[in-house]
């Protein structure tokens, strides 16, 4: 009857797919057996004992031996099902400790990922192929509900709660996932692709930093401008030319630069990648060497990104 699951049920893409369907199917030909069974019973019984003239109906007003058998058999078969589905629920609940985590943040109307090393991505999750990963999710507005038929998953996203999900994907390339809780007016607008990747496919993946990026990658000024807001350099650096911790961005683009060991630098792109990764290289004469490595933190594209907002700021 593996037809009329495929035909039923979306694809299977987890490992604990299989499982739910199980359940499902098994409680679906349960009840195909029940209804043909009652509704059966219900035509025969009307036409066999149907209006005849002069036909009496018998008077009895009860059966013990009859009802306890209709008490107690779909009793024994609601408890079995219920510990049936306990049993997967308990799968479902708990993910195993060395599972990747993924942080989604649903919002009216698009879905953000977060991924450990920091990635970012809107709207599109890439997951490596056999490996557990597990979702924590919260919502910025309203309750949404994070729906992937192909992985058997769906759970409703909370604000000020977390709620999390986990499958372990197992069949490589797109499934679609969605909102699945009615959440306004751009509900239906709220759906994406999650890629189960190969190995390589993920890291690289991972190394441009996801689809993020491919919006911005012909705007390398804005892309510049997200990074410096999120990545804090917002806290010590102005883009107005007012003093902070560190030497204001506006205007510094191929300037001479006056160090606190008394020689000058130019301020190119040498220099300013030098000053991310190696802050204390060369510190601007006046400032304390306070800042931060950001070396293994930003990216090749953030850091690219970085520059050309600065050379912007003129
Ligand atoms: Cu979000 Cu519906």
Redesign the pocket.
Known sequence: MDWLRNWMMPPQGSAYAGEVDFVYMGIFWLCTVMFIGIAGAAAWFSWRYRFRPGRVTPHDTHNTKLEVIWTVLPLILCIGIFFWGLNGWFKYAVAPGDAMEVQVT?K??LWQFEYPDGTRTVNEIHVPANKAVKFVMTSED?I??FFVPDMRVKHDIIPGRYTEVWFTPTVLGKHRFT??????KG?SD?HGDLSVDNDVDYAKFLETGGTEWEQYKDHMEQWGKIQYERNGCSTCHTVDGSKSKGPSWKGIWQKMEKLNNGTTVLVDEAYVRESMLYPQAKVVDGFEPIMPSFNNLLRDNQIKGLIAYIQSLQ
């Open positions: 649903a009216k109307w309203v949404h509900d909102c699945a809780e009615y959440c306004g509900h709220m």
